[in-house]
């Protein structure tokens, strides 16, 4: 069994990157980030675990211009540019409270 832990405190996560693989079976995908806020900077240029449960929201946006659409987690593909917002618990697992595809590779509270 794969451990899906980054070794991080507690807190709030916020990254933005591609994912690089989706389990379907546990509902994990793992994301190479691009950006991300002071408790996930370590993981720049790294791949990251993001588990999902059933209150996670899955949303798409195309553009800045275009309103944002819910989706699923089967919509959420290997290759696509996404922003996530979660949280990392005191074991180490970072669990996705929003996931956005197709989302502008920025975020305000992330550094480069």
Same mark, same amino acid.
């Given at each position: 069994?794969?451990?899906?832990?980054?070794?991080?405190? @507690?807190?709030?996560?916020?990254?933005?990157? #591609? +994912?690089?693989?989706?389990?379907?079976?546990?509902?994990?995908?793992? *994301? &190479? %980030?691009?950006?991300?806020?002071?408790?996930?900077?370590?993981?720049?240029?790294?791949?990251?675990?993001?588990?999902?449960?059933?209150?996670?929201?899955?949303?798409? @946006?195309?553009?800045?211009?275009?309103?944002? #659409? +819910?989706?699923?987690?089967?919509?959420?593909?290997?290759?696509?540019? *996404? &922003? %996530?917002?979660?949280?990392?618990?005191?074991?180490?697992?970072?669990?996705?409270?929003?996931?956005?595809?197709?989302?502008?590779?920025?975020?305000?509270?992330?550094?480069?």
């Amino acid at each position: 069994m794969t451990t899906y832990r980054q070794s991080t405190p @507690r807190g709030v996560v916020s990254l933005t990157g #591609t +994912v690089v693989a989706v389990d379907p079976v546990n509902m994990v995908i793992t *994301v &190479s %980030v691009s950006r991300a806020n002071k408790l996930a900077q370590p993981y720049i240029d790294q791949d990251v675990f993001v588990l999902t449960t059933d209150t996670t929201r899955f949303l798409y @946006r195309e553009d800045r211009n275009t309103q944002v #659409t +819910v989706i699923s987690f089967e919509e959420i593909l290997a290759g696509d540019k *996404v &922003s %996530v917002l979660g949280l990392s618990a005191e074991d180490g697992t970072w669990t996705a409270l929003r996931v956005t595809k197709g989302a502008l590779m920025i975020c305000l509270t992330c550094l480069p």
